[in-house]
């Protein structure tokens, strides 16, 4: 008890608590004084804690505005894919590594260096000489970025109880539709004129700043568990991980679906899985405790949070292309074009984080959720080659109100359904599971494009549409000036139908978001006041274990 007394940030020494008061029950003078600091305190260490969650979804975006320069000047052109799937790669094998790392040795100090770990990595791609070292130095990069995002909603679930969480839910979706939607545009502006080492240098100054405000300002118990870590279990998932990020990656592009080299990483992918999961059931200190998903609404949120990873960076990845291909809009302002999703999404995040607040209910919105972006989905695969900008921008509208309601309550519920000695591990599980959910969105969505692309450039095109999409299926925009009149045309309906392919497989899998939702149990979200559990009580009784970080 006396370490989660230190954990208050910056707060004054709380009176006494008079013998007639309920234990459960702060005093009015308590009250007040934490009415009054808990707003500047908690705004400040979530002001540190949004530019690390920005630092983590800005960098793909920008970097990949630059690669055309960075290409120009180190060459490797055929080792450019990995220079993101490096990246890719260590940031979901470590992503549940650092959670674990937080739950037993503090998050404080694993968040810490997580972010320098990454700024580390920053400061050498900036350095690179050539693609090898780009390479190397992005993956190191990706390590440290495992831990920002699992670090920051950690934090926020150690300092905020889940139902006052919703207060702040606008911020996190705000940052998340501001890095979408800046990243391109960020991106291209740094390298036309600081030139694309400033791509990864812009990260220093920012990294320094969360560092900063976080060793000065965060406070929370220093944890020290007598248990080893589990170095086979870490091993085995980061394997398992790794192999399934690379069959999505490399599935259906690098390599045939059906070749050896991805039938291998099948193989090896499922038999590290497997052993992980045998070898959890003997970890004196798992990496992933399997009994968190004993809990129903923890498993639920996990499979919810896969599905909406899988649907949105699918929508992100198809419909600035269907816009820049069907209706001529320009690549510049690629991140504009995403502005009805993402502007839906972030006030439907707001609605639903205050009503969550007030409430203290939450059920409907993973229901409305399911609805809204089913229907959103749908509506998207009837885009054809006529449909005006402000329709497709209403359909986008849709499916941004839908996300909205399930990105931050997901983590949400999730966070509620364990104790507080499992919160790093059950915000990194969530997170890892959305991760891996935009990989395979993007694969198989991806494949189903790409074939469907290639199959009506033959039918309209014959040997000539064959030929322009045999090295891929998607054309940027000096490529597509450059075709033939009716080439041209053919690809606008090529694209329109791969599309529709894509978005109405989309609709059909975000059906799944909504039969988990009617399973969800509507557990009262814990409070500020509530009392601690005692040691081995349910966490889905609504009271909150031992441990809660008062604020």
């Given at each position: 008890m006396a370490d989660t007394a230190k954990a208050v940030i910056a707060t004054e020494k709380q009176p006494e608590r008079q013998p007639d008061q309920q234990p459960d029950q702060p005093s009015d003078q308590q009250a007040e004084q934490q009415a009054e600091h808990k707003p500047r305190s908690v705004r400040v260490v979530l002001f540190a804690l949004m530019i690390a969650m920005m630092l983590a979804m800005l960098d793909n975006m920008i970097v990949g505005t630059a690669m055309p320069t960075i290409v120009g000047e180190l060459g490797g052109l055929e080792h450019l894919s990995w220079v993101v799937t490096g990246y890719t790669l260590a940031t979901a094998a470590s992503t549940p590594i650092w959670g674990k790392l937080g739950d037993m040795y503090g998050r404080k100090g694993a968040f810490m260096t997580s972010i320098v770990i990454f700024l580390i990595g920053s400061a050498l791609s900036g350095m690179a000489q050539d693609m090898g070292q780009l390479i190397g130095f992005r993956a190191i990069q990706g390590l440290g970025a495992g831990g920002l995002m699992v670090g920051v909603m950690a934090i926020i679930g150690d300092l905020i109880p889940p139902r006052e969480r919703g207060k702040y839910?606008?911020?996190?979706?705000?940052?998340?539709?501001?890095?979408?939607?800046?990243?391109?545009?960020?991106?291209?502006?740094?390298?036309?004129?600081?030139?694309?080492?400033?791509?990864?240098?812009?990260?220093?100054?920012?990294?320094?700043?969360?560092?900063?405000?976080?060793?000065?300002?965060?406070?929370?118990?220093?944890?020290?568990?007598?248990?080893?870590?589990?170095?086979?279990?870490?091993?085995?998932?980061?394997?398992?991980?790794?192999?399934?990020?690379?069959?999505?990656?490399?599935?259906?592009?690098?390599?045939?679906?059906?070749?050896?080299?991805?039938?291998?990483?099948?193989?090896?992918?499922?038999?590290?899985?497997?052993?992980?999961?045998?070898?959890?059931?003997?970890?004196?200190?798992?990496?992933?405790?399997?009994?968190?998903?004993?809990?129903?609404?923890?498993?639920?949120?996990?499979?919810?949070?896969?599905?909406?990873?899988?649907v949105m960076f699918g929508a992100v990845l198809f419909l600035p292309l269907y816009q820049q291909s069907v209706q001529g809009a320009s690549a510049t302002n690629s991140g504009l074009l995403l502005l009805p999703m993402l502007g839906a999404m972030l006030v439907t995040s707001m609605v639903a984080g205050r009503v969550t607040t007030d409430s203290g209910r939450y059920k409907v919105f993973p229901l409305a959720g399911g609805v809204l972006m089913t229907v959103g989905l749908y509506l998207l695969a009837q885009m054809d080659t006529d449909t005006s900008r402000l329709t497709s921008g209403l359909y986008m509208a849709v499916l941004g109100l839908g996300m909205g309601c399930l990105m931050q309550v997901t983590m949400l519920v999730a966070q509620n359904s364990v104790e507080m000695k499992d919160m790093g591990v059950a915000s990194s599980s969530t997170t890892l599971f959305r991760t891996l959910g935009s990989s395979f969105g993007v694969a198989i969505m991806g494949a189903l494009f790409n074939n469907r692309v290639q199959d009506v450039m033959s039918e309209r095109a014959g040997a000539l549409g064959s030929k322009i999409t045999e090295q891929s299926a998607q054309l940027d925009a000096a490529s597509l000036a450059k075709l033939p009149a009716e080439a041209r045309e053919a690809y606008q309906h090529a694209v329109s139908s791969g599309t529709h392919s894509a978005f109405l497989l989309g609709a059909v899998v975000a059906v799944a978001v909504l039969v988990a939702a009617v399973f969800v149990k509507e557990v009262p979200l814990r409070g500020a006041g509530s009392a601690a559990a005692e040691p081995g009580e349910d966490p889905a009784s609504g009271s909150p274990s031992k441990g809660t970080v008062a604020v």
């Open positions: 839910q606008g911020m996190m979706a705000g940052v998340m539709a501001l890095a979408m939607i800046g990243g391109p545009l960020v991106g291209g502006t740094i390298t036309d004129n600081w030139g694309w080492r400033w791509s990864f240098y812009i990260n220093l100054p920012l990294g320094v700043v969360a560092l900063l405000a976080v060793s000065a300002v965060l406070h929370l118990p220093k944890k020290r568990v007598q248990a080893k870590i589990d170095y086979l279990g870490a091993g085995l998932l980061a394997l398992g991980i790794s192999a399934i990020v690379l069959v999505t990656t490399w599935g259906g592009s690098e390599y045939a679906w059906g070749s050896a080299r991805i039938m291998e990483l099948i193989g090896i992918g499922v038999a590290a899985l497997v052993g992980f999961v045998f070898v959890q059931t003997k970890a004196a200190a798992p990496i992933m405790p399997l009994h968190i998903f004993r809990n129903r609404n923890f498993t639920l949120m996990s499979i919810i949070g896969f599905i909406t990873g899988f």
